[in-house]
């Protein structure tokens, strides 16, 4: 690493330590449980407001992470706080699955099941389990990962809305920009992301219990099928992604479609792009080229490549990350998870590459962040959104959308590609 990348290291190691951190664990409700979910511009606190699954869930996902990569006991703690609310309140013991919402207390607010929704409690579960090494969690994801598979989806892919008793439901939850979708990019993406992470679990359970004498082969039988089923799926995903959500001519991903994967907009999605560039380089490295059908393992890396020198001509301007383009206009707002995306899904271009303006973009896009996006306020976090100038938007700190995911892993993932070499 050169200097400017070891100072890049440090200044973010340092935001996840001394700001993301301890922001997050200050909004754990240690009387109704979970964390409060909704923080205002004027950082006034709702201790009444609604609690999101998603929410949570990602808080679960962060707090584990976190306590992986640095060993603090409290950490671990923070992540058994947000899984006990998540399996005391959040899953629906009757029908399956976790909701959508909750209200402050746990009672459920939203009752719909949404898949991209039980995508993150995979995600969160599975990697609470990497911390905790809890099987009731490992266990909990496996039958999400089942409900999907047998309720949520169809020969061509991936669904999304439901009601409560698994019935279609209209998707307005993940539809934008003036359409509803039967299928969407952004489920898919985090579908595959889910499966991504539970796969990663299976294979470290799997490795933990090899030489356990005391697992019954029936145990392992059934450890050798669930690695199976989800590395199956996981590749099958893969594989959709490329054949029928990524567009070659526009080297993009459409984002909103129909049934049969007609696109219902011109739009060009600069974040879900960046991101999924690296998050799909990840998942093909942990299944390997040997899970592919021939030449499927370079077409899909050679995407994801593609996707990451689209958006550095179209999106990125010197120092930040615009959000979007709609029908040829761009949306030059800068999102606080598109630019955390960004510094990472460059950083991996650059892994891949070798290529300096990936890593050049990168590293402006973190100044930009670091001037702009993070909130210098005590007791606040990062903006939502700036303008391009830096002038921050009035949004809510925290809300149900709005959550440690996108920055903390944006941190976990730059400690680890720029760590120092012995």
């Known amino acids: 690493m050169n200097e400017q990348q070891t100072n890049m290291r440090s200044e973010i190691e340092k935001e996840l330590k001394e700001h993301i951190i301890p922001f997050w664990l200050s909004m754990k409700d240690d009387e109704k449980g979970g964390y409060y979910g909704l923080l205002d511009y004027d950082l006034s606190l709702d201790k009444k407001a609604p609690k999101g699954c998603i929410l949570n869930s990602r808080i679960l996902w962060f707090f584990s992470g976190a306590y992986l990569k640095l060993g603090d006991k409290e950490l671990l703690k923070a992540a058994n706080h947000a899984y006990d609310f998540m399996m005391r309140y959040c899953m629906d013991g009757e029908k399956g699955g976790i909701y959508w919402s909750m209200t402050y207390d746990g009672k459920v607010l939203d009752d719909t099941k949404h898949t991209y929704n039980q995508a993150f409690a995979i995600y969160a579960l599975s990697k609470y389990y990497l911390a905790s090494a809890n099987r009731q969690a490992l266990d909990k994801a496996l039958e999400l990962f089942d409900l999907i598979e047998e309720k949520m989806r169809d020969e061509e892919g ?232 830096g002038s921050p938007i009035r949004r809510e700190i925290v809300e149900p959308w709005k959550c440690p995911y996108h920055n903390g892993r944006m941190c976990f993932e730059i400690m680890d590609m720029m760590r120092e070499r012995d």
């Open 158 to 389: 991936y669904l999304e809305a439901f009601n409560r008793d698994f019935t279609p439901s209209s998707n307005e939850k993940l539809s934008e920009n003036g359409v509803i979708a039967e299928r969407t990019m952004n489920t898919a993406l985090h579908v595959l992301e889910a499966y991504t992470g539970l796969y990663e679990a299976l294979v470290k359970n799997d490795a933990s219990d090899a030489d356990k004498e005391c697992i019954s082969e029936d145990m392992n039988n059934l450890q050798d099928k669930n690695l199976e089923r989800v590395k199956k799926r996981l590749t099958d995903i893969l594989i959709l992604v490329r054949r029928r959500i990524y567009n070659p001519l526009l080297k993009r991903q459409e984002v909103f479609f129909d049934k049969d994967y007609n696109t219902l907009i011109d739009l060009h999605s600069y974040g879900h792009d960046i991101e999924s560039s690296w998050l799909i380089d990840r998942a093909v490295e942990d299944l390997g080229e040997s899970a592919f059908p021939d030449g499927e393992y370079e077409k899909i890396r050679d995407m994801t490549l593609e996707m990451a020198e689209c958006v550095i001509d179209k999106a990125y301007n010197g120092q930040s990350f615009s959000n979007e383009c709609e029908k040829g206009k761009v949306d030059d707002t800068c999102i606080w998870w598109v630019q955390a995306e960004a510094v990472v899904g460059f950083a991996n271009a650059y892994r891949k590459t070798g290529e300096e303006k990936f890593l050049k973009a990168a590293e402006n896009i973190w100044a930009f962040t670091k001037e702009y996006m993070i909130d210098k306020r005590q007791g606040s976090e990062w903006y939502w959104e700036t303008r391009a100038d």
